[in-house]
């Protein structure tokens, strides 16, 4: 006898194809981007099957593969979306042709670069983003001004810029040159350009700004624009990590690329 293919909602089914977080993937069923079999799919709660065939903006959406990640070096240049109204290059146009559909963990914003983690499981991209997994991210960056490293080191008790209160930061100074300095820069949160505007908040302006980690993943000796995968038992060893601390998804409405921002 054969079995019938599981069916489940078609959000869930979506943000395991790598196509977006399930709220996204919802959102995107309310603005019409979704087929079923043909026909327009108007409800989250539709069930869906791997014999089914479901578009997105016309294309077709393969069904979910085994859970993969990748270390990406992006370059500063690119933006972290599929689509970007300004016609600029994305990350996911810099991919291989025959890489499978991936969203990002987080983003690095246009003028920022290094490692850049990509995945084909939406849910799995959702839950690493989320601060409440306690993953630290540390960067490297370049700023310019006059450091004051007294200053630098209030930032581990949280500080508030412009109305808006941000975690803890610690920020270490590395090396200075004249008006130019180096610091090392970690923390858990990470709103948008958290990283940029807290340094102008201490009159500094970030000239580059480049993530080496995340969490248990480096950026160590990637070349600029170099992807590569993480092995299947890295991901066994490391995943149980991001489920330690299990927490509500907290997805802002809007584009994919504004899922969670990573603090550069």
């Known amino acids: 006898m054969t079995q019938e293919p599981r069916a489940e909602r078609i959000a869930k089914w979506l943000a395991r194809s790598g196509v977006a977080s399930r709220r996204d993937a919802e959102r995107m069923i309310g603005e019409g981007r979704i087929r079923l079999n043909g026909q327009p799919v108007t409800h989250p709660a539709t ?7 479901v578009q997105v903006d016309g294309e077709p959406v393969a069904p979910p593969q085994r ?3 990748w270390r ?15 016609g600029r290059r994305t990350v996911f146009s810099a991919m291989p042709e025959d890489m499978p559909r991936v969203i990002s963990v987080g983003r690095l914003d246009l003028n920022s670069e290094g490692l850049l983690l990509l995945t084909n499981d939406g849910a ?49 100074l590395d090396s200075r040159k004249g008006d130019n300095a180096w610091l090392t820069v970690s923390l858990r949160e990470g709103k948008n350009r958290e990283i940029r505007k807290v340094m102008s908040g201490l009159n500094l302006h970030v000239s580059r700004l480049i993530r080496t980690s995340y969490g248990p ?17 890295v991901l066994r060893d490391q995943l149980p990590k991001a489920e330690e601390s299990p927490a509500k998804p907290r997805t802002r409405a809007g584009g994919q690329s504004d899922r969670a921002p990573s603090g550069d």
Request: hydrophobic share 40%; no cysteine; charged share 25%.
């Open 72 to 86: 990406y070096h992006k370059p500063d240049g690119l933006v972290t979306t599929h689509r970007d109204p300004e």
């Open 47 to 53: 069930f869906v099957s791997d014999n089914d065939i």
């Open 217 to 233: 993943f480096q950026l160590g000796v990637l070349p600029r624009g170099a992807l590569e995968e993480v092995s299947p038992r």
């Open 67 to 69: 859970t993969r990640l």
């Open 124 to 172: 799995l991209a959702r839950r690493l983003e989320l601060p409440s997994n306690g993953w630290l991210r540390r960067y490297r960056v370049r700023v310019f001004g006059v450091v004051d490293e007294a200053r630098l080191a209030a930032l581990a008790h949280g500080s508030v810029f412009d109305g808006v209160r941000y975690g803890p930061i610690t920020a270490v």
